[in-house]
């Protein structure tokens, strides 16, 4: 049997031709890492270009990229030493090339960051420094190379580190050591002959060796993102198993879940796998499934949480610190979608709190947008709620990426959840769910007995515009179709329910909750409810979706002109015609699957 | 604590259960060889047993005989839903390195990449295997994929070492390898336009050595070319017969491949040196992949 090897994923940032590829190059050839042939192969290309060969050349293995001199995307190297294996990522420094710097450190566990000693600090050695922190890497050593370029002069050296070390402070990055070196003559990589006597080592490779592995964060509280739920029925499998990666924490079966935003509840029946031995326990890192001791309707995009640990923040708002690489500047007044977790929710910005240039922390107030490459703290509002941890409790739940035009345009870390105007709902409806009492009849049992869906149809239109006609026209026609429907009117709410409030003037919002409550235990019964209302605005709608799951609400609007921002799904433009208009409404049921066809 | 091959596996997993949340028409690039096969093992990990979309093979009528044999065996016996594509036209009019007509890397470039694109996008003839019939028929459904799966490894050469884990491909299925989407934090691109696919990619950083291990590990078979037989050859890596080589070994079975790779003579020899093509490429697959190449 022969012994596991360590892994490591290591990545080198830094200004363009600093020396990255070379240092990277260097580390190959010392250690005896490369295939052979590799090197002659390199060797034998620049002579037949008659080029002088550069060890820079192991990297850049693209044609174009030898030509410009420059990377223009990370490469993965591979590498071992005596103590581990490793991956090495060669991200390139020119600014162009950011994201592409982006993708590849926010592979590794560590970093090394050249500065040229000619050179000294330039614009992309502060602004990968600034990246490295944003992407949360927590190892970082700084090499200063070309050391051959200045005589090995350890007074230029020392400036360097200083100048560099004061930057590292501003930003809050403490490294984990300086290193001098020159990856053209070896000096200082895996070993010294001579050059700087004044400096005792360590030598990059040893830096290397000293990195430690991060670990899986199996004590911090359980979060697993819910990336999909499988029936596979047609291979007559009927598990229900949801699926997902744990981040952090661990479970085991019979343990009580959340799921986070919707407040469900279900207890951990069986762990799924394939060909491993039965499982009773999952933990963070691991891409797992679980079937639950009941059928609640869970899907993508929700975070599951241990009943018994701290809830994750909810909410519409966001305080964020961010950076942007998209090609057009992040924007107000513009829709983006936000990507958090298995989450996907449609996002824009609220407030521009500040924009800061990462290589020489300059910083505006007073923005309407985030321009390429730089950073920002800002207020994100989703359109529906979402469930995350701030970033200083737990990184992996609280971080995100915005994607603009099918393409990731910037990413960031959230700082906190902020107060919205749902969240007075929000919070009855998490308590509600959590002492729910459930009935032995599940809600699927319910649909397949009756053949429907329980849905709440909410019909609104301006003032007399006919909305309870065809309301009670759908209701009598479902009706005499054999569905379970019930009409339920605002004033059979509003004289009972709200008898207590009716008069206290502004009580419009805890009206709609109190309406949105009687209507879900009617959903809950597996019930068709129509309901009417004047006028509903999207504010309006987004405490109804609150209380009420948002997939199971239609909004239809009866009248001509839609005279408030309420997202519909469907516009009665004649509402006189009532037979007209329920052949419309039984049109919309059918195709969203609620009822089915013929009838 | 995880081991290396734990980590790779489960980030493997989330990957491919990442490409069935996002892409509605997904399938599977499936070469027969060892790479490719691991993928499918992860497939059936990351669904628990099950294979919920199409493998894909691309055919090029010159693959080693017991490479068809083991693909349609693993088909039976795993209930697969195999297609495979294959470029008719040039094979009718001989534009092949073998009959002579064409150099080893416009070969590649008509059986693969061509027959790949076409099969992609449904306008090249895909066929089936029927498991009532236990024969291929012509399929009928030509919908264009929007997201392949393939078991390409950034450690086989150089522009695969630049590869996202998805990788978006415009109309004409063009990698462009200077201008790709940032990815990071365990977030992909799955947003693309219409015409265009996305290639994603499981097993970018697995190592050779890994993929053995992982045979080992789980017991997946694998076809016996890989093994010397007793003439003390065995292939190391699966393509067309008239550009594919055996190398000297003797490792009769994974175990002594792993040992091999880990402390023998193959240390230091690449692992496609037995693929003629990538000779004639320049050094690499680059030109071939820029095109669609997988």
């Avoid at chain 1, 991060?214 to 047609?234: A, I, L, N």
């Avoid at chain 1, 981040?247 to 469900?264: A, H, Q, Y």
């Avoid at chain 2, 093994?227 to 017969?241: E, I, T």
């Amino acid at each position: 049997m022969i012994p596991k090897t360590e892994h490591m994923s290591l990545v080198i940032v830094g200004h363009v031709d600093h020396g990255k590829s070379t240092v990277l190059g260097r580390l190959l050839v010392d250690t005896g890492s490369l295939p052979e042939g590799k090197l002659e192969q390199i060797r034998a290309n620049c002579e037949r270009n008659s080029k002088p060969f550069e060890y820079a050349f192991l990297i850049d293995a693209l044609k174009d990229e030898q030509s410009q001199g420059i990377t223009i995307d990370s490469a993965r190297v591979f590498f071992r030493t005596k103590k581990r294996n490793y991956t090495l990522i060669d991200a390139p420094g020119h600014i162009e090339f950011l994201k592409n710097m982006v993708t590849g450190a926010s592979r590794a566990e560590a970093a090394f960051l050249v500065i040229d000693a000619e050179e000294g600090v330039r614009e992309n050695s502060r602004r990968h420094g600034y990246m490295l922190s944003m992407l949360g890497i927590r190892q970082t050593a700084i090499i200063v190379n070309k050391m051959d370029l200045v005589d090995f002069n350890k007074t230029v050296y020392e400036q360097i580190v200083t100048e560099y070390k004061e930057f590292l402070s501003r930003i809050g990055v403490t490294p984990i050591c300086f290193l001098p070196a020159s990856a053209r003559t070896g000096e200082g990589i895996a070993g010294f002959n001579g050059s700087m006597p004044w400096h005792e080592g360590p030598s990059v490779l040893e830096v290397l060796d000293s990195f430690e592995k991060e670990v899986e964060p199996t004590s911090k509280s359980f979060r697993m993102p819910v990336q999909d739920v499988y029936k596979f029925t047609r291979y007559g499998d009927s598990r229900r198993i949801v699926a997902g990666t744990v981040l952090t924490g661990s479970v085991e079966v019979g343990d009580e879940l959340i799921f986070f935003p919707s407040g469900k509840k279900g207890r951990i029946k069986t762990i799924e796998s394939f060909n491993t031995a039965s499982l009773r326990e999952i933990q963070a890192g691991y891409a797992a499934g679980f079937t639950l001791d009941e059928q609640i309707y869970v899907t993508r995009g929700e975070l599951a949480v241990k009943a018994d640990e701290p809830m994750p923040k909810v909410t519409t708002r966001l305080r964020v610190n961010l950076f942007w690489l998209g090609k057009e500047p992040f924007r107000k007044k513009k829709e983006y979608i936000l990507k958090l977790g298995a989450t996907r929710v449609p996002v824009h910005i609220e407030e521009i709190t500040r924009a800061i240039n990462a290589s020489d922390l300059h910083s505006d107030t007073e923005r309407d947008g985030v321009k390429r490459h730089e950073v920002a703290d800002c207020i994100l509002k989703s359109s529906r709620a979402v469930a995350f941890d701030a970033s200083q409790e737990s990184a992996l739940t609280g971080r995100f990426v915005i994607v603009d035009n099918y393409e990731i345009c910037g990413g960031g870390i959230v700082r906190e959840g902020l107060e919205d105007k749902q969240t007075w709902v929000r919070d009855k409806v998490f308590l509600r769910d959590y002492k729910w009492e459930r009935s032995a009849i599940s809600l699927e049992m319910r649909t397949e007995k009756y053949n429907q869906k329980p849905t709440l149809i909410i019909i609104t239109g301006q003032k007399n515009s006919g909305k309870k006609p065809v309301a009670k026209a759908l209701e009598r026609k479902l009706f005499s179709d054999g569905k379970i429907v019930y009409f339920l009117g605002i004033g059979n709410v509003l004289y009972g329910i709200d008898a207590d409030i009716k008069d206290t003037g502004n009580y419009r919002e805890e009206h709609i909750r109190r309406l949105s409550e009687a209507a879900n235990l009617l959903l809950n019964a597996g019930v068709i409810v129509v309901a009417t209302a004047i006028e509903l605005t999207s504010d309006d709608l987004e405490i109804i979706k609150t209380v009420v799951e948002p997939e199971k609400i239609e909004v239809v609007w009866v009248g001509e002109y839609v005279t408030t921002d309420i997202p519909n799904d469907l516009v009665i433009p004649d509402p006189r015609n009532t037979e007209e208009a329920v052949d419309l409404l039984k049109n919309l049921l059918q195709e969203r699957g609620i009822i089915f066809r013929p009838w | 604590m995880m081991d290396h091959l734990q980590q790779l596996e489960n980030l493997s997993v989330h990957i491919l259960r990442e490409a069935y949340a996002n892409f509605k028409s997904l399938g599977m690039l499936w070469s027969i060889g060892k790479d490719s096969t691991v993928l499918l093992w992860l497939t059936r990990k990351a669904f628990f047993g099950h294979v919920p979309f199409p493998l894909i093979h691309i055919d090029t009528h010159y693959k080693i005989p017991e490479m068809i044999k083991y693909r349609d065996w693993l088909t039976k016996d795993w209930k697969l839903n195999m297609i495979y594509g294959v470029n008719e036209a040039a094979i009718a009019e001989k534009q092949t390195f073998p009959d002579g007509n064409v150099d080893r890397i416009t070969c590649c470039r008509l059986l693969k990449t061509e027959a790949l694109k076409s099969t992609i996008i449904g306008e090249g003839r895909r066929y089936r295997f029927n498991h009532k019939k236990g024969d291929y028929e012509l399929d009928r459904n030509t919908e264009a994929f929007t997201g392949i799966i393939v078991g390409v490894r950034s450690d086989e050469e150089g522009s695969r070492s630049k590869e996202r884990y998805f990788s978006p491909r415009d109309k004409e299925n063009l990698w462009d390898v200077g201008d790709q989407p940032p990815e990071f934090w365990s977030q992909f691109k799955t947003d693309f336009k219409a015409g265009t696919h996305v290639r994603i990619h499981p097993l970018l950083d697995w190592t050779e050595l890994n993929i053995w291990e992982y045979i080992e590990r789980e017991n997946i078979p694998t076809v016996s070319l890989y093994y010397n037989h007793g003439d003390g050859k065995r292939f190391r890596s699966l393509g067309c017969y008239p550009c594919t080589y055996p190398i000297d070994s003797e490792s009769r079975n994974v175990g002594e491949i792993i040992i091999e790779l880990k402390s023998g003579k193959l240390k230091n020899i690449a692992e496609r040196s037995g693929r003629a093509q990538d000779k004639d490429d320049g050094g690499g697959l680059e030109t071939l992949r820029r095109d669609g190449y997988m």
